[in-house]
């Protein structure tokens, strides 16, 4: 990604993250067309159903079955219900089935999903400093399955949804250990960065200024403040000021949808949930968050066979301080 080796996110860290790869070949990978996952998502909130759906539409032909867990028996029976009445009039599509899970067996799968979240900003809050409060609601909770998958021997991913996505995949690898077999690095990733390149998107299609992110741009970091977005990768292109602007468009996305009075869930729970999920299970290049020296931090990148490969590159002098910059802010907050 960098070829500065002394860098935060430098070479060195990256056959680091390589070198534990392999002594863990990740069985949630999809090697052949007919190797289906069975996936178990817990917290059937706004973002939990909205995931789940949009995984059952279109995850057939990796996804064996849907496994699904709320404290709200009702609404576990009725989205059973529901997605199982969902069928390709013609069998043109196979949409996996949808069954609850029981407490003892959150763990027996390939991947579990984490949407479940406590503090949720009410229409009207979203300026008010949230983000600890949210922190500190869902570690709690987070914190309770992955002991729990620590004490399965948990052999699967364990990707987390809820906010703040970055310091809560910690929080998971840190409890996880509590149980008798602590998951590893690798077997933890956050699903929140690929909504923030969709909302990139969004604005490079409407502002022509942008328009060469949409050949050129990433995004890394997290989803939140410490989100770094550049108009072009390339450092001929890279322009610093149009970067910061776009950066801080994305950031403030959400509150164009709470601005008409509705909680913007659908974008993530599908961008950053369903479509990122089936590309991390295909071994396709996606943005997620990934352990990298000591946190969690977002970047392009896909699961192979040996691990997480991130995507490698010479980065703009002045992008690569802003990526620093972001990961001390990260560092910081845990």
Known sequence: ???????VLSLQNLKRQREAGRRFCPSWLCRMPEERKKIHLAGLGDVGRTTLTGLAMLGG????????????????????????QIYDPF???RIPPVYGVKEEDLFDCDVFVFCVAKQVPAIGKEQEDVRMAQFEANRKIVSWYAQKAGEAGYQGLFLVMSDPVELLCKEVLLSSRRGRNGLMPEQVQGCGLGVMNARA????????????????????????????????????????????????????????????????????????GALTILRVLKGEWNYSSNYL?????????????????????????????????????????L
Request: with cysteine; glycine share 8%; charged share 30%.
């Open 201 to 272: 998107v969004y604005f490079a299609r409407r502002e022509e200024r942008f328009q060469d992110f949409l050949t050129e741009g990433r995004v890394f970091g997290s989803h939140g403040r410490e989100l770094v977005v550049a108009n072009s990768i390339l450092t001929e292109h890279y322009d610093e000021e149009r970067s910061v602007s776009l950066t801080e468009q994305v950031i403030r996305a959400n509150l164009l949808v709470r601005d008409v009075g509705f909680k913007p869930y659908i974008a993530p729970a599908v961008s950053s």
């Open 91 to 93: 069998g043109g599509r």
């Open 1 to 7: 990604m960098c070829n500065r080796t002394e860098a």
């Open 61 to 84: 032909d990796v996804i064996d079955a849907l496994g699904i867990y709320d404290l709200q028996e009702a609404q576990v029976r009725r989205l059973e219900l529901e997605l199982n």
């Open 293 to 333: 020296g000591g946190i969690y931090f977002g970047g392009k990148n896909r699961t192979t066979e040996c691990g997480v490969e991130w995507e490698e590159f010479p980065l703009p002098p002045a992008l690569f301080h802003r990526l620093q910059e972001s990961y001390r802010k990260l560092e910081n907050l």
